[in-house]
C-alpha cells in the first residue's frame, strides 16, 4: 500500500539563503497529467524496496516498502510479502508507523519487526503468519537493533543503547519552589560527543539483549563502558551468541580496532575469539557450528583499505584469510546451508553484486545489480537475504528503476525481478538514458570510468549544458544504479557526468589508495579528463559546465573552482574547506587525523593547508553557492561558512544555503531532495548562456 500518487505545486522549503539577491522559484509542474519527464514533484511518488527477507521454505520474501508522505513530508515505510514468483504481492502491515526489520523465525511461521507503538518508541512486534495475528513483544525506550532468531525459535537477540547514569559533573544548588531556572550546562568529557544524524550523544553504551518469543522481560547480556554492534550471530546450540565489539581500553582513540566475542546467554560472561589490530566484525556460523566466517583487515593506517573474508575455528583458533585473491570488499557473509562456501556483497566497478566464495578462495558472482541504498545518488548499497534451497533475494536497481525486490540462485534461471513499485510512475514518463564510458586520465594515462545521463529526448546533433556530479567518500564508488538527482538535472535539460576517479573503491585496494594522505590530488586530473572526453563527442556545449558535488565532491568542487576556471558556476554542496579545522570539529576526530593525515594539525600543519581547497580561494573567479545542513555534524556548516566569507571578501558572487534541521545527508525528508536540486539548478540557470537549448 502506498500514498495515493499526487502531483501538486511544491510548497516553499524552509531554507536560508544568505548573500543572494535572485529568485530562488521551485520549478513549474504541470496542472495535470500526462507527464513527458520526471519533475521535481514527482520525488513524492517515488518508492523503493530495502531489506527482502527470503523464508526459510525459499517460497515468500518480506519486504519493507518505502513510500513518501506528501502531507507530513516523511518517508515512511510499510512490510510486504511476495512469492518468488512474484505472486500473491501484498501488504503485512498499514499506516505510518515505519515498519522495519522484517525477520522469519526458523519455522517459517512467525515475523518479528520494529515498529512504533502508540507513544512513538521503537518496539519488537510479532506476527503469526497463518492467521495474520500480531502482537508487540516489547515495552522499549529506546530503539532495538539487529533482530535475529535464536536456533529453536524461542527467543531473539538484539542490540540496544543503555543510557549511562552517571553522576553529574557538579551539584547545583536547591532552587525556590516554582522558580524557573535556564537548562543546565552540558558537560561533554569524551573524544566523540556527538555524530551526524543524532546530534549530541547521552552518555551511554550500545549492548546485547535477548528477549523470549512469547514476550517478557529484557535481559542485558554485555555490560561495561563498551559499545557492541552489528548483528548478533547465534550458535547452533542457542547457549551463545557471537557480537561485534571494542572493548578495548584505548577504544575511543582506536575505532576500528574491533573485535568478535562469544558471550554466554546463562550468565553473560564473555570471551574475544579474535585479537588483531584492525577490524573483525560481521560474524556468521557455519550451520554445523564448527567454523566462524567473518570480515575485517589488517590495520595500516591507509584511507582505504579492502575489507577481506576469513574464517576461523569456533574457539577463534586457526583463524585464515579466505579471499585473499580477491581485490574487492566483501560485506555481510553468510554460510551456504551446506557449510562449503559463504555468499556475500560486494561492488566491481561500479556495479552491486552477490557473490559466492569457497573455502579455497574461488569467488563466482551470483547476482548483479545490487543496490538502493541511497534514493538520491547511485551509491553502492543494498542488502540480500539467502534461504537453505539457496535462493538469493536481493535489492537490484538500474540507473532508471528505484530498488525493487529480485531473486537469483537455488535453481532460478536467471535474476528475476519479483517487484515493479514505481511501473505507475514512470511508464509514462521519459527518464535519462545512462551510458558507461571509460577513458585515459590526463595525469597518468590511468583507465577511469564514468557514466553519462543524457536529457530525455535527447539529440546528438545538439549543443547542451553539461554538470559534472562528484560523489563523496572519498572512498565510495557511483555507479549504474538509480539517482533521483542525477535524473533531476538530465531532466532540466543538462548532460549529467558522473565518474569514479582515483579513490573510487570497486577497483581494487592499490586504485583507492592512489589518494591515500593526497588528497585532493591528481583525482582533479581524472575528473577534468572526464570533461574533456565527453566534450569530444560533440553534443556538449563547452561555454556552459556546471559543477557540483557533495561531502568529499563537496571538497572535489571547492578544490576544483581554485583551479580552473572553466566551469560558468559551482555548487559545493557540505564540503571540507579547511583540514585543521575540519579534523577538530568533525564527528570522526579519531579516524580522520589517523587514516586521512601523516598526523595530527599541531604537529604537521603544512600538510592540512596545503590540501585545503580554501588556500586556493585566491584563484578563484567561478560563481560558487555553498549548501549545507545547519545540523551537519560530519562536515561542519562552519566549514562552508569559512568559503563563503572567503569568497565575499574577494567579492566573488556567492550564497551560502543553509538548510534547517538537516544532517549530513540532507535529504531526511523528501522536500529537502526536492530543495537541494532546485536550488542547485536554479544557481546554474543563473549563469547559462542562452546559446545552450532550453527545454
Same mark, same amino acid.
Given at each position: 500500500?502506498?500514498?495515493?500518487?499526487?502531483?501538486?505545486?511544491?510548497?516553499?522549503?524552509?531554507?536560508?539563503?544568505? $548573500?543572494?539577491?535572485?529568485?530562488?522559484? +521551485?520549478?513549474?509542474?504541470?496542472?495535470?497529467?500526462?507527464?513527458?519527464?520526471?519533475?521535481?514533484?514527482?520525488?513524492?511518488?517515488?518508492?523503493?524496496?530495502?531489506?527482502?527477507?527470503?523464508?526459510?521454505?525459499?517460497?515468500?520474501?518480506?519486504?519493507?516498502?518505502?513510500?513518501?508522505?506528501?502531507?507530513?513530508?516523511?518517508?515512511?515505510?510499510?512490510?510486504?510479502?511476495?512469492?518468488?514468483?512474484?505472486?500473491?504481492?501484498?501488504?503485512?502491515?498499514?499506516?505510518?508507523?515505519?515498519?522495519?526489520?522484517?525477520?522469519? %523465525?526458523?519455522?517459517?511461521?512467525?515475523?518479528?519487526?520494529?515498529?512504533?507503538?502508540? *507513544?512513538?518508541? @521503537?518496539?519488537?512486534?510479532?506476527? #503469526?503468519?497463518?492467521?495474520?495475528?500480531?502482537?508487540?513483544?516489547?515495552?522499549?525506550?529506546?530503539?532495538?537493533?539487529?533482530?535475529? #532468531?535464536?536456533?529453536?525459535?524461542?527467543?531473539?537477540?538484539?542490540?540496544?543503547?543503555?543510557?549511562?547514569?552517571?553522576?553529574?559533573?557538579?551539584?547545583?544548588?536547591?532552587?525556590?519552589? $516554582?522558580?524557573? #531556572?535556564?537548562?543546565?550546562?552540558?558537560?561533554?568529557?569524551?573524544?566523540?560527543?556527538?555524530?551526524?544524524?543524532?546530534?549530541?550523544?547521552?552518555?551511554?553504551?550500545?549492548?546485547?539483549?535477548?528477549?523470549?518469543? /512469547?514476550?517478557?522481560?529484557?535481559?542485558?547480556?554485555?555490560?561495561? +563502558?563498551? *559499545?557492541?554492534?552489528?548483528?548478533?550471530? #547465534?550458535?547452533?546450540?542457542?547457549?551463545?551468541?557471537?557480537?561485534?565489539?571494542?572493548?578495548?581500553?584505548?577504544?575511543?582513540?582506536?575505532?576500528?580496532?574491533?573485535?568478535?566475542?562469544?558471550?554466554?546467554? +546463562?550468565?553473560?560472561?564473555?570471551?574475544?575469539?579474535?585479537?588483531?589490530?584492525?577490524?573483525?566484525?560481521?560474524?556468521?556460523? %557455519?550451520?554445523?557450528?564448527?567454523?566462524?566466517?567473518?570480515?575485517?583487515?589488517?590495520?595500516?593506517?591507509?584511507?582505504?583499505?579492502?575489507?577481506?573474508?576469513?574464517?576461523?575455528?569456533?574457539?577463534?583458533?586457526?583463524?585464515r584469510l579466505v579471499t585473499g585473491a580477491?581485490?574487492?570488499?566483501?560485506?555481510?557473509?553468510?554460510?551456504?546451508?551446506?557449510?562449503?562456501?559463504?555468499?556475500?556483497?560486494?561492488? /566491481?566497478?561500479?556495479?552491486?553484486?552477490?557473490?559466492?566464495?569457497?573455502?579455497?578462495?574461488?569467488?563466482?558472482?551470483?547476482?548483479?545489480?545490487?543496490?538502493?541504498? /541511497?534514493?538520491?545518488?547511485?551509491?553502492?548499497?543494498?542488502?540480500?537475504?539467502?534461504?537453505?534451497?539457496?535462493?538469493?533475494?536481493?535489492?537490484?536497481?538500474?540507473?532508471?528503476?528505484?530498488?525493487?525486490?529480485?531473486?537469483?540462485?537455488?535453481?532460478?534461471?536467471?535474476?528475476?525481478?519479483?517487484?515493479?513499485? &514505481?511501473?505507475?510512475?514512470?511508464?509514462?514518463?521519459?527518464?535519462?538514458?545512462?551510458?558507461?564510458?571509460?577513458?585515459?586520465?590526463?595525469?597518468?594515462?590511468?583507465?577511469?570510468?564514468?557514466?553519462?545521463?543524457?536529457?530525455?529526448?535527447? /539529440?546528438?546533433?545538439?549543443?547542451?549544458?553539461?554538470?559534472?556530479?562528484?560523489?563523496?567518500?572519498?572512498?565510495?564508488?557511483?555507479?549504474?544504479?538509480?539517482?533521483?538527482?542525477?535524473?533531476?538535472?538530465?531532466?532540466?535539460?543538462?548532460?549529467?557526468?558522473?565518474?569514479?576517479?582515483?579513490? %573510487?573503491?570497486?577497483?581494487?585496494?592499490?586504485?583507492? &589508495?592512489?589518494?591515500?594522505?593526497?588528497?585532493?590530488?591528481?583525482?582533479?586530473?581524472?575528473?577534468?579528463?572526464?570533461?574533456?572526453?565527453?566534450?569530444?563527442?560533440?553534443?556538449?556545449?563547452?561555454?556552459?559546465?556546471?559543477?557540483?558535488? $557533495?561531502?568529499?565532491?563537496?571538497?572535489?568542487?571547492?578544490?576544483?573552482?581554485?583551479?580552473?576556471?572553466?566551469?560558468?558556476?559551482?555548487? %559545493?554542496?557540505?564540503?571540507?574547506?579547511?583540514?585543521?579545522?575540519?579534523?577538530?570539529?568533525?564527528?570522526? +576526530?579519531?579516524?580522520?587525523?589517523?587514516?586521512?593525515?601523516?598526523?595530527?594539525?599541531?604537529?604537521?600543519?603544512?600538510?592540512?593547508?596545503?590540501?585545503?581547497?580554501?588556500?586556493?580561494?585566491?584563484?578563484?573567479?567561478?560563481?560558487?553557492?555553498?549548501?549545507?545542513?545547519?545540523?551537519?555534524?560530519?562536515?561542519?556548516?562552519?566549514?562552508?561558512?569559512?568559503?563563503?566569507?572567503?569568497?565575499?571578501?574577494?567579492?566573488?558572487?556567492t550564497a551560502l544555503v543553509r538548510v534547517?534541521?538537516?544532517?549530513? @545527508?540532507?535529504?531526511?525528508?523528501?522536500?529537502?531532495?526536492?530543495?537541494?536540486?532546485?536550488?542547485?539548478?536554479?544557481?546554474?540557470?543563473?549563469?547559462?548562456?542562452?546559446?545552450s537549448p532550453s527545454r
Amino acid at each position: 500500500m502506498h500514498m495515493t500518487r499526487l502531483v501538486r505545486p511544491l510548497a516553499a522549503a524552509a531554507v536560508l539563503i544568505v $548573500g543572494a539577491s535572485w529568485p530562488l522559484a +521551485a520549478q513549474p509542474v504541470p496542472a495535470s497529467p500526462p507527464f513527458t519527464r520526471f519533475e521535481p514533484a514527482n520525488v513524492f511518488d517515488l518508492e523503493w524496496a530495502s531489506d527482502p527477507q527470503i523464508s526459510p521454505d525459499g517460497r515468500r520474501v518480506a519486504y519493507v516498502r518505502h513510500f513518501m508522505d506528501i502531507v507530513h513530508d516523511r518517508m515512511r515505510s510499510t512490510l510486504w510479502i511476495v512469492g518468488v514468483d512474484g505472486g500473491d504481492h501484498r501488504p503485512l502491515t498499514s499506516g505510518h508507523r515505519n515498519d522495519a526489520s522484517p525477520r522469519w %523465525s526458523p519455522d517459517g511461521r512467525r515475523l518479528a519487526f520494529v515498529s512504533r507503538d502508540e *507513544n512513538g518508541h @521503537a518496539q519488537i512486534f510479532l506476527r #503469526w503468519m497463518d492467521t495474520g495475528q500480531t502482537a508487540q513483544l516489547t515495552s522499549l525506550l529506546r530503539t532495538p537493533q539487529s533482530l535475529t #532468531w535464536s536456533p529453536d525459535g524461542q527467543g531473539l537477540a538484539f542490540t540496544m543503547f543503555v543510557p549511562d547514569r552517571s553522576q553529574p559533573f557538579a551539584s547545583m544548588p536547591d532552587k525556590p519552589e $516554582g522558580a524557573t #531556572w535556564a537548562d543546565p550546562p552540558r558537560v561533554i568529557q569524551k573524544l566523540v560527543y556527538r555524530e551526524d544524524g543524532e546530534g549530541y550523544l547521552d552518555p551511554g553504551y550500545t549492548h546485547l539483549f535477548v528477549v523470549p518469543a /512469547d514476550g517478557g522481560t529484557p535481559r542485558q547480556l554485555t555490560t561495561g +563502558a563498551f *559499545n557492541h554492534n552489528g548483528r548478533p550471530a #547465534w550458535m547452533p546450540d542457542g547457549k551463545s551468541l557471537l557480537i561485534t565489539g571494542n572493548r578495548h581500553a584505548d577504544a575511543e582513540y582506536q575505532p576500528l580496532d574491533s573485535e568478535i566475542y562469544e558471550v554466554s546467554v +546463562a550468565d553473560g560472561s564473555i570471551r574475544p575469539l579474535t585479537d588483531r589490530r584492525g577490524p573483525d566484525r560481521a560474524p556468521t556460523v %557455519s550451520p554445523d557450528g564448527r567454523r566462524v566466517a567473518y570480515v575485517g583487515f589488517d590495520d595500516r593506517y591507509q584511507g582505504y583499505q579492502v575489507t577481506r573474508l576469513y574464517v576461523m575455528n569456533r574457539d577463534g583458533s586457526g583463524a585464515r584469510l579466505v579471499t585473499g585473491a580477491f581485490d574487492r570488499d566483501v560485506e555481510a557473509p553468510v554460510w551456504s546451508s551446506d557449510g562449503k562456501g559463504v555468499f556475500f556483497s560486494t561492488s /566491481d566497478r561500479g556495479n552491486g553484486k552477490i557473490a559466492y566464495a569457497t573455502l579455497d578462495g574461488k569467488v563466482d558472482y551470483v547476482a548483479s545489480d545490487l543496490g538502493g541504498g /541511497d534514493l538520491g545518488r547511485p551509491y553502492e548499497g543494498g542488502t540480500f537475504s539467502l534461504s537453505p534451497q539457496g535462493r538469493v533475494a536481493y535489492t537490484w536497481t538500474r540507473p532508471d528503476v528505484p530498488a525493487d525486490v529480485a531473486l537469483a540462485g537455488g535453481g532460478t534461471p536467471s535474476p528475476a525481478r519479483l517487484t515493479r513499485l &514505481n511501473d505507475d510512475l514512470f511508464g509514462h514518463r521519459s527518464l535519462a538514458a545512462v551510458e558507461s564510458i571509460t577513458f585515459a586520465s590526463s595525469h597518468d594515462g590511468r583507465e577511469i570510468q564514468g557514466w553519462i545521463a543524457k536529457p530525455p529526448g535527447f /539529440d546528438a546533433s545538439r549543443k547542451y549544458p553539461l554538470i559534472l556530479e562528484i560523489h563523496g567518500g572519498p572512498f565510495a564508488d557511483y555507479g549504474d544504479r538509480f539517482g533521483a538527482e542525477i535524473q533531476l538535472y538530465a531532466s532540466a535539460g543538462y548532460v549529467v557526468l558522473y565518474v569514479n576517479p582515483r579513490g %573510487s573503491t570497486s577497483y581494487g585496494e592499490e586504485f583507492g &589508495n592512489l589518494i591515500h594522505h593526497a588528497y585532493p590530488g591528481y583525482d582533479y586530473d581524472d575528473l577534468m579528463s572526464a570533461v574533456d572526453a565527453v566534450i569530444a563527442r560533440g553534443y556538449v556545449d563547452p561555454d556552459n559546465l556546471f559543477v557540483t558535488g $557533495g561531502s568529499g565532491g563537496g571538497v572535489l568542487t571547492a578544490w576544483i573552482v581554485g583551479k580552473t576556471n572553466r566551469f560558468r558556476a559551482a555548487v %559545493s554542496a557540505k564540503p571540507v574547506i579547511n583540514w585543521y579545522s575540519f579534523v577538530l570539529t568533525a564527528d570522526g +576526530a579519531p579516524f580522520f587525523y589517523r587514516y586521512w593525515f601523516p598526523a595530527p594539525p599541531w604537529e604537521r600543519p603544512e600538510d592540512y593547508i596545503r590540501r585545503s581547497p580554501l588556500s586556493l580561494v585566491g584563484n578563484v573567479k567561478t560563481p560558487t553557492m555553498l549548501l549545507t545542513g545547519e545540523e551537519d555534524y560530519r562536515t561542519p556548516i562552519s566549514e562552508s561558512e569559512q568559503f563563503y566569507q572567503a569568497l565575499k571578501i574577494r567579492r566573488i558572487d556567492t550564497a551560502l544555503v543553509r538548510v534547517p534541521e538537516a544532517p549530513h @545527508a540532507i535529504i531526511v525528508r523528501p522536500s529537502l531532495l526536492i530543495a537541494k536540486v532546485t536550488y542547485i539548478l536554479a544557481w546554474f540557470e543563473k549563469y547559462r548562456t542562452p546559446a545552450s537549448p532550453s527545454r
